[in-house]
């Protein structure tokens, strides 16, 4: 059974940073792409930041490009996404996801639960 638990999520002002955490479980972790993304309400979910299975190669959302960096440890089998200059646009459920590419919101096939993110102005 894959399990994919988030963590980190929380209250910030903007211009804060915040790290969200990703534990993977019931797959093979190295295998896989992983993702971030994040649902606001009204809106769809949108991938956020993905990373290929060896960590060589990065996908960012034009919104988040520069202030957002996802990285990855293999041993560990977690994945993490570190933001900075939070915006109040930024707001939202963050979802931890894996799949088959990394750039492709399509490939993706497990999910974790959710961590909701606000940043007040």
């Known amino acids: 059974q894959v399990q994919l638990v988030e963590s980190g999520g929380g209250l910030v002002q903007a211009g804060g940073s915040l790290r969200l955490s990703c534990a993977a479980s019931?797959?093979?972790?190295?295998?896989?792409?992983m993702g971030w993304f994040r649902q606001a309400p009204g809106k769809e979910r949108d991938l956020v930041a993905g990373?290929?299975?060896?960590?060589?190669?990065?996908y960012y959302a034009d919104s988040v490009k520069g202030r957002f960096t996802i990285s990855r440890d293999n041993a560990k089998n977690t994945v993490s996404l570190q933001m900075n200059r939070l915006k109040p646009e930024d707001t939202a459920v963050y979802y931890c996801?894996?799949?088959?590419?990394?750039?492709?919101?399509?490939?993706?096939?497990?999910w974790g639960q959710g961590t909701q993110v606000a940043v007040s102005s």
């Open positions: 996801a894996a799949g088959l590419m990394y750039s492709n919101r399509g490939s993706y096939k497990y």
């Open positions: 019931g797959l093979t972790f190295s295998s896989y792409a």
């Open positions: 990373i290929s299975w060896s960590g060589s190669n990065t």
